[in-house]
């Protein structure tokens, strides 16, 4: 069998040749559709450094009995953030007694936007961290959010510092806290290195 | 032209590709999902696309299949407990069906191998454009192609000879 002979057939097997085009109607929606995403835009990696903006609003992802605090991004909100944390026996926006869960693979898969970076700048509150190393999601060149608080002890946002690592695991829109995104130890890079298969 | 105007100029050129593209490699409604996904990431990054607009939003479906196919690998774990498997289908299921045959071998085949054969035969595709996609080199691409071809048709070759398959004609090496 020849290249041609075998292209022939892999012709025959194409899963899309009795797939009929998209009508007018369904493309005008899906353009309407990924006009109206109103999520950040992401720079690309490696091309341009321009981060993305994120700033803490305070958020609560809750599984099972425990928590993930979270840091929510919203576009082109000016920095000044408010921080709402759960804690045992601090403030509970959520009406119940939680706490941070066990870091493991499987939380940390949960985010679909996760990568390794480095600080470059603190400014004004702001971190901004250059992403280093993609394990999930869009690609990113760097992203900026507010630093955390070494008041909050349980659950908070990581106290960022200049020049350090950290393996940073988000839905796209919120940072997961509580242990999940940290800096980098060889036993948070391993849990994951097992969350992304690698 | 307005970034909506070149949106719209982008999918006209992109849309078919990517939609087949999808269609070949996953479940309709995850190829719609990805899609839409897809063409979300056109939208941010509509003054950042190159002259091979067709290529590059290939090589961005690629990804996000990728990462709902994770996800969708993350729900299947939590849920492993609960899924009785289907006995795995025998060849002479489908042994007469040309079509079911061919996929199966390539289903056999290494998933860079697979997909590299798919770029070219089914998405038509040339080595530059397989290339980007997978983002290596067009003398990689050219290479993986010319292995992935000979490892199909030793597969082909095997299952014709391993279970009296004789549906295709062009068996013969």
Redesign the interface.
């Known amino acids: 069998m020849n290249d041609e002979e075998l292209e022939r057939m892999m012709r025959r097997a194409d899963p899309a040749a009795s797939l009929p085009p998209l009508t007018e109607y369904r493309f005008d929606r899906l353009k309407e559709a990924a006009m109206s995403e109103q999520t950040i835009t992401p720079s690309p990696a490696r091309k341009s450094r321009k981060p993305l903006v994120w700033s803490i609003v305070g958020g609560l992802a809750a599984v099972g009995a425990a928590a993930v605090v979270v840091a929510t991004m919203g576009l082109g909100q000016p920095a000044g953030p408010t921080v709402a944390l759960v804690s045992p026996g601090g403030a509970d926006p959520a009406g119940t007694s939680l706490k941070c869960m066990e870091t493991t693979p499987e939380l940390v898969a949960t985010g679909t936007l996760a990568f390794a970076g480095t600080v470059s700048s603190i400014e004004d509150g702001t971190v901004t961290l250059d992403v280093t190393e993609q394990f999930a999601g869009d690609p990113v060149g760097a992203v900026t959010t507010p630093q955390g608080s070494p008041e909050i002890s349980d659950g908070a946002s990581p106290v960022y510092e200049l020049g350090e690592k950290y393996l940073v695991t988000s839905d796209g829109k919120t940072i997961f806290s509580c242990g999940l995104s940290a800096p980098e130890t060889p036993e948070l890079r391993a849990i994951y290195d097992e969350a992304f298969g690698k | 032209m307005t970034e ?1 105007d070149r ?2 100029a982008v ?1 006209h050129e992109v ?2 590709p990517v ?2 593209y999808l ?2 490699r996953t479940d309709s409604a995850t190829a719609d999902d990805v ?2 996904e897809t ?7 509509i003054g ?1 696309i190159p002259d091979d607009a067709i290529a590059w939003s290939i090589g961005v479906a690629r ?2 299949l990728a ?1 709902a196919e ?2 969708a690998r ?1 729900q299947q ?2 849920f492993a407990r609960l899924v009785v498997l289907d006995p795995p289908r025998t060849v002479d299921d489908h042994a007469d069906d ?3 045959y ?2 199966d071998a ?1 289903g056999r085949l290494r998933p860079l191998d697979a997909e590299v ?2 770029l ?3 998405d038509e595709l040339s080595l530059d454009q397989v290339a980007s996609v997978l983002g290596v080199t067009v003398n990689a691409a050219t290479i993986r192609l010319h292995r992935a ?1 000979k490892r ?2 030793d597969e ?1 070759g095997k299952t014709e000879h391993g279970d009296g398959h004789n549906g ?1 004609k ?4």
């Open positions: 909506a949106l719209e999918m849309v078919e939609r087949r269609a070949r899609l839409s063409l979300v990431v056109l939208w941010r990054r950042e990804l996000q990462n994770r996800s993350r774990r939590l040309d079509t079911t061919i996929r390539i054969i798919k070219t035969a089914w071809r199909l048709k082909l295709v062009e068996g013969e090496r």
